[in-house]
């Protein structure tokens, strides 16, 4: 038996058309716009969680800020007045130890977080005049906003709505 080669009949090659090849591009451009949000949420959810792992190592947990300032609160030749937020479990509180004092605690209440970061929420003393009358105020900043306590009669008290008003007014002023 001889071997004989014969020429193999050749297949016309597939010829794609203008519509299979825009088809081809636009899975190929939303199959990679998927991978960039699949990608987008993985690095947002790192992201939060490696500022909250911060916030752990610098606020601790429950969430806890300390200052210490003199405010005229019999703090005038002891130690300076020590301001410690918290935030328990949403609930945002400052001890006021006037002078180092134990036993003259002030607890300030302040507002309530709501939210799945509530409990994670840092609030953060300071202290500023903001009323310009001598006594330095304390003020509790908390996810940008400002709780302000007046130092009124040798304690501190939250604002009326009439001074609410006249900082606001002074404020935009500046």
């Avoid at 610098?58 to 003199?70: C, D, E, I, K």
């Avoid at 020590?82 to 300030?108: E, K, R, W, Y």
């Amino acid at each position: 038996m001889a071997v004989v080669s014969r020429p193999v009949a050749h297949r016309r090659a597939w010829r794609r058309g203008p519509l299979q090849h825009w088809l081809q591009r636009a899975a190929f451009i939303a199959s990679g716009l998927l991978v960039l949000l699949a990608v987008g949420l993985v690095m947002q959810h790192t992201l939060d969680w490696g500022q909250r792992y911060v916030d752990g190592w610098r606020y601790g947990f429950p969430r806890r800020a300390y200052l210490s300032a003199y405010v005229g609160h019999g703090d005038e030749r002891q130690m300076p007045t020590q301001f410690i937020t918290l935030n328990l479990n949403g609930q945002i509180s400052t001890l006021v130890l006037p002078g180092g004092d134990t036993a003259a605690v002030v607890v300030l209440p302040g507002p309530y977080l709501v939210g799945a970061d509530g409990p994670y929420t840092a609030a953060v003393p300071a202290i500023r005049d903001v009323n310009n009358d001598g006594h330095v105020d304390l003020l509790v900043n908390v996810r940008g906003e400002v709780i302000v306590y007046i130092n009124r009669n040798g304690q501190f008290e939250l604002l009326t709505p009439d001074e609410h008003a006249a900082l606001e007014q002074r404020w935009d002023g500046e």
